[in-house]
């Protein structure tokens, strides 16, 4: 079945979007390194709308599913006044975690760009794949690597100042 995303023709207008929509999951996710939460930013679109912003916040909140994904998804799904959201397209500076995943597939979203592979809790194929799984009754489209080392070096400088802070002098 073809969709949106299967026409050559658009490649290079997709494109475009992909790097403008992930320059904005990158500012939400600088954001949330402003505020000491790991610096990982979301927003969900449906064409050349923002329908929902997100930035890591479960520290500030105390809510371990307060990850960008999440919060994005929850202001989506307001705006839309649904739950389910065919269609869209989740940008995400890092792949999303088991948790996000799910929550992607039970929201629909068609597809999910993301920035940087996570190694140890990628759910998007690094270690595991929950968003193309074949047994479940939603599967997502996937962009990986866009804008991939703008989103892993925010994590490095991130951490490596988290390092430097907690090493007495």
Not at 7 to 26: E, I, K, S
Not at 74 to 89: E, H, I, K, Q, S
Not at 140 to 160: I, N, P, Q, R, S
Request: proline fraction near 5%; include cysteine; charged fraction near 20%.
């Amino acid at each position: 079945m073809a969709d949106q995303y299967d026409n050559p023709v658009d490649a290079d207008a997709l494109q475009a979007r992909d790097q403008r929509y992930m320059q904005l999951a990158l500012a939400l996710a600088r954001r949330a390194a402003c505020e000491g939460e790991v610096p990982v930013g979301a927003v969900v679109t449906q064409g050349d709308e923002v329908l929902g912003e997100g930035w890591n916040r479960p520290v500030s909140t105390d809510d371990p599913t307060a990850h960008a994904e999440i919060v994005a998804i929850r202001a989506a799904a307001t705006r839309l006044r649904n739950y389910r959201m065919p269609g869209t397209t989740l940008y995400v500076t890092l792949e999303p975690c088991a948790m996000c995943a799910g929550a992607i597939v039970q929201a629909r979203i068609a597809r999910v760009v993301f920035g940087a592979r996570d190694p140890r809790t990628g759910a998007a194929g690094s270690v595991l794949n929950v968003l193309e799984h074949p047994i479940l009754n939603h599967r997502a489209a996937l962009t990986a690597g866009v804008e991939a080392e703008a989103c892993a070096m925010l994590l490095v400088e991130f951490f490596k100042a988290r390092r430097g802070a907690s090493r007495p002098s």
